[in-house]
Nanobody, 122 residues
């Protein structure tokens, strides 16, 4: 069974830190591009960070760059998002996403977790 399960969310004061985890099963995360998305209250889901298959190259949107770090622990088939210097505008539901090869050269797999709530108080 293919699963992505996020954990580590919670309530934190502005300036604090959280580390989110995304545990994968049924596929190998180092074969996939992994992204973190978030959806703030009343807003659309947006991508904020991703890590490539090749050399673990990372990318961040400007609003989180320098504060958030995405990483992959291939041995444990888990992806992390370290979030520091949190701001109230970081509040939302955070999702991990994986995209990579399917069973043939013309198929693509896309997987989503169910999300974890992050609330940052002012």
């Amino acid at each position: 069974e293919v699963r992505l399960v996020e954990s580590g969310g919670g309530l934190v004061q502005a300036g604090g830190s959280l580390r989110l985890s995304c545990a994968a099963s049924g596929f190998t995360v180092d074969d996939y591009v992994i992204g973190w998305f978030r959806q703030a209250p009343g807003k659309e889901r947006v991508g904020i960070a991703c890590v490539s298959r090749s050399d673990n190259k990372t990318y961040y949107v400007d609003s989180v760059k320098g504060r958030f770090t995405i990483s992959r622990d291939n041995a444990n088939n888990t992806v992390f998002l370290q979030m520091n210097s949190l701001k109230p505008e970081d509040t939302g539901v955070y999702y991990c996403n994986a995209i990579g090869p399917g069973k043939s050269e013309t198929s693509v797999n896309v997987y989503w977790g169910q999300g974890t709530q992050v609330t940052v108080s002012s």
